[in-house]
């Protein structure tokens, strides 16, 4: 069920008058119900996935969280009869058998993440497929997959350790697990983060289901009128005739597209969320305004790059063995040597989020893209800062605006790897940057061959401009809140406007090929 | 505060139902002057009741059959229900709802239409999308629309909206807003008859040049879907004391196959229907086809349609015992004026064409 369809709002109709209407003890119950429910549309064969992540993730946090209250008990219990050293040792043991079964959990799981998108989606690793007659290659990626096993992970790394109680209820659990507006694409949440709104009692708040509306709305008009209008011209521009400028302005579209179709898709399940009265964190905080690469990366895809952090970088970059190795390294080769661990830790954490993206050597390169750009300005930070106490430029308002569009730029030139599987073509066409100076299409005609009219370009011009203004707005704080201070009737008509704008400028049902959400396919 | 609030709500729910419906209105397609036959099926309800003849399928009887000739002829009041590329289940619903308006006791059914079993069959799958718009958009809502629509989907339609955008057209049309025209305005409230009882007329003249290729065809074979139709198609009209006439109108393309005939016939025999080959008559409709078409033969103009009409209409005086009602005045009345209509048409179309051939050099 897409979220851009009638169905889904008779659904989430018929789901928002009962959460309210039924005893408010039951609600979680209802959404667990709903959210398999949603699941359901989209397959009842994708539902073993989901399931044996939950009853796994179940299994494994109740024996860490059992085998840490047995030892506790036992120590307690026997704390007069062993020696420090025992004690330790039984410490040891325990932690063992916690770290075994967590490990057993993520291998797993993650084994199963892997299986599908290599045999499932990715003709990299799916040579086979063509030489087999296992029906089940045939499924695609489950909905969401990549999302809900992100959110089981991290819980149970949490709980084991003990950031997180283990659920006692599987239910509870798997509605955490399941809960369908951050099933298709995100945000990805936190067990400790979501726990509270998601299984506490909500009273109907006008407030919040009229602000979560309207972030949906929103959400909407940036997937249906923005990005799937300008996938055209992107599908369009991926030719091989189109090189140099051609290139340039594919890189620009496909930034906005990205951005309204992923941004556009999260505000829709943020929206949906609040809505019911649950509090989703926030995936992207204006990252086209970033001053370089890692500032992008704390403002595009939050939860994501939180979660490679949590739970990869950090617990390499830490590990012992690291620790010993920045050690041995600073006597070795001082502040550079010291920071190998970090070097290889964010190595590591951008190859996997690359390779999460999918088996592909554009993906790969993606991530290698975003560890140099990211460790080569870290590592010349001090460099900056030395010349910046010097130049006096540096605090003007032009030297923002060029770092933005800097930082700006250079993300579409990694960004756009996305849509070039062969890096030979990739390469090439960057380099057409230098040599193809192809102005003229933007006169000759070329423009309107890309399968966009002019007046989808005043659209797009219009959306555009209307997502800069609210990113703007948004540097005062909530758009929405503001909005509450305009009269009634503007405020009322700018809403009307925005529906409508959404019913009859969407890029969608017969003849256009509007497109599913971009990152539902990771 | 909780009744202002309350009362804003309403306000804004009804002022938010009130433009939707509005827009939608003026964004469906009015069909007044292209593709016509897409205004056809809504015009049955203002003809609907009282009429003896029921005519359903495609162009092959909406443009080859005219029931005011029928009723000037013989008294048979009549009427086609008729749309472009109507499928069989198309037909059968449609039927379906006739009979819940009116009670004819003849029911006339193309038999072309057997021979497309898929909206594959018929070839561009967009073109069939707008057929299927231009035939169920027009019906009012009943459970035949519904089963209608649902038997109808083209893949795309049932992968991309489903029955949603028949019951609010704006999914469909909401990117008409670039094409509107002065009809949209013009016909929004009220729209203009494009038919004379579901009669599309056409009085220009183009004769056929050369026959038309009878290309050998991989399978002659109707399909199941189709003979489940027009069994169902039979029932019904034997539950509704009706009797149901195959015909087969004189078009000479898509080609009318031996083996197409062969099957026919069996089907008429084993059900005891009577089948009226057109084709086969064509010297005594007296079918001249230098004047009586205006597409080279594909379909008669208003010319081969009369023709075509007194023939039939003796057909169902003899053998299905039709009457004359000509004497019944309050229908007389109406016909009478649906002539004047009709001939008022003809005699602005006519004029037209005329005017066109005097500007072409």
């Keep these: ?522 | 505060m909780r009744k202002k609030a309350a009362l804003r709500i309403i306000i804004s729910v009804i002022l938010f139902a009130v433009i939707f419906f509005a827009l939608q209105r003026l964004l469906m397609p009015k069909y007044m002057t292209e593709s016509k036959e897409g205004a056809m099926i809504q015009e049955y309800y203002q003809n609907a009741g009282d009429n003896d003849v029921v005519f359903i399928t495609d162009c092959e009887v909406y443009e080859n059959f005219s029931p005011v000739k029928l009723w000037n002829e013989y008294g048979i009041p009549s009427i086609i229900r008729g749309s472009a590329q109507q499928m069989i289940w198309q037909s059968y619903y449609l039927l379906e709802e006739t009979f819940r308006y009116e009670s004819p006791s003849v029911v006339v059914f193309n038999v072309m239409t057997m021979t497309y079993d898929s909206a594959e069959s018929v070839g561009d799958q967009s073109k069939m999308e707008a057929y299927n718009r231009m035939t169920l958009d027009g019906m009012r809502w009943s459970k035949s629309k519904v089963s209608s629509i649902k038997a109808s989907m083209t893949k795309e339609e049932k992968e991309k909206s489903g029955i949603w955008s028949y019951i609010f057209p704006i999914l469909r049309y909401h990117d008409r807003w670039n094409d509107l025209k002065e009809e949209d305005f013009r016909c929004f409230f009220k729209q203009d008859q494009v038919t004379d009882n579901g009669y599309l007329m056409q009085v220009k003249v183009n004769p056929v040049k050369d026959d038309y290729p009878r290309i050998p065809l991989v399978s002659y074979q109707f399909g199941d879907i189709c003979y489940e139709y027009l069994d169902k198609i039979r029932l019904l009209c034997e539950e509704h004391n009706c009797q149901l006439v195959l015909v087969k109108a004189p078009s000479l393309s898509p080609i009318w196959y031996d083996e197409y005939e062969i099957q026919i016939l069996d089907y008429a025999n084993e059900h005891d229907l009577l089948y009226i080959n057109c084709l086969e008559h064509l010297d005594e409709i007296g079918i001249d086809w230098n004047q009586d078409t205006y597409d080279q033969g594909l379909h008669l103009n208003v010319y081969g349609a009369e023709k075509l009409t007194v023939y039939f209409g003796q057909i169902l005086r003899d053998e299905c015992l039709l009457q004359d009602r000509r004497s019944d005045s309050s229908l007389s009345e109406k016909w009478t004026e649906k002539t004047r209509l009709y001939d008022q048409r003809k005699e602005r179309m006519e004029k037209e064409r005329d005017q066109e051939a005097d500007i072409q050099p």
């Design chain 1, 1 to 522: 069920m897409s979220f851009a369809s009638v169905t889904f709002f008779v659904f989430l109709g018929i789901l928002i008058i009962l959460y309210y209407a039924l005893p408010h003890k039951i609600q979680w119950v209802l959404l667990l119900v709903a959210s398999y429910v949603f699941y359901l549309f989209a397959g009842w064969k994708y539902l073993p996935f989901l399931v044996f992540t939950t009853i796994s993730t179940y299994l494994g946090t109740n024996y860490i969280s059992r085998n840490a209250e047995a030892s506790k008990a036992y120590l307690e219990r026997e704390k007069d009869h062993l020696s420090k050293e025992d004690k330790k040792a039984y410490r040891a043991q325990a932690k063992k058998r916690s770290r075994i079964a967590m490990i057993l959990v993520l291998v797993v799981n993650i084994a199963i993440l892997f299986f599908c998108k290599a045999l499932l989606v990715d003709p990299f690793l799916s040579l086979a497929k063509g030489n087999t007659s296992l029906s089940f290659l045939t499924l695609g990626l489950p909905m969401g997959m990549s999302f809900y096993m992100f959110q089981s992970l991290g819980y149970l790394i949490d709980v084991y350790r003990d950031k997180a109680k283990a659920l006692k209820n599987p239910f509870k659990l798997a509605l955490f697990v399941s809960f369908f507006p951050q099933l298709v694409q995100g945000p990805i949440s936190q067990f400790t983060e979501l726990e509270e709104s998601l299984f506490s009692e909500h009273a109907f708040d006008r407030k919040q289901i009229a602000f979560g509306l309207q972030r949906m709305l929103w959400g909407f008009f940036k997937k249906m009128v923005v990005a799937d209008r300008i996938a055209v011209a992107v599908q369009a521009l991926q030719g091989e005739e189109y090189r140099g400028f051609a290139f340039f302005i594919l890189m620009i579209f496909f930034a906005i597209q990205l951005y309204a179709d992923f941004s556009g898709g999260i505000d829709i399940a943020i929206g949906i969320a609040q809505v019911l009265g649950v509090k989703l964190p926030e995936n992207f905080n204006r990252p086209y305004f970033s001053r370089n690469i890692a500032d992008f990366w704390r403002r595009w895809h939050i939860t994501l790059f939180q979660w490679m952090k949590r739970y990869i970088f950090y617990p390499i970059s830490v590990s012992k063995p690291m620790l010993n190795l920045s050690l041995k390294g600073r006597k070795k080769f001082g502040r550079f040597g010291m920071r190998i661990p970090v070097y290889i830790g964010t190595f590591l954490t951008w190859m996997g989020t690359g390779i999460w993206h999918g088996f592909h050597w554009h993906f790969i390169l993606w991530g290698f893209l975003n560890c140099i750009f990211i460790v080569v300005s870290e590592e010349l930070t001090p460099a900056y800062e030395k010349f910046h106490s010097r130049v006096s430029f540096s605090n003007k308002k032009g030297y923002d605006i060029f770092q933005i569009i800097r930082t700006f730029l250079l993300m579409n030139l990694i960004q756009i790897t996305d849509l070039f599987p062969r890096l030979s073509e990739y390469f090439g066409k960057v380099a057409s940057l230098t040599y193809v100076f192809n102005f003229h299409i933007l006169w000759d005609g070329t423009m309107t061959k890309l399968g966009l009219t002019g007046t989808d370009y005043i659209i797009l011009l219009c959306g555009v401009v209307l997502m800069f203004a609210v990113s703007m707005i948004q540097r005062k704080g909530s758009v929405r809140e503001q909005m509450l201070k305009i009269p009634c009737v503007i405020r009322y008509g700018i809403l009307f406007i925005m529906i409508f704008a959404v019913i009859l400028l969407g890029s969608y049902g017969i003849g256009y090929d509007a497109s599913a959400f971009i990152y539902n396919q990771f």
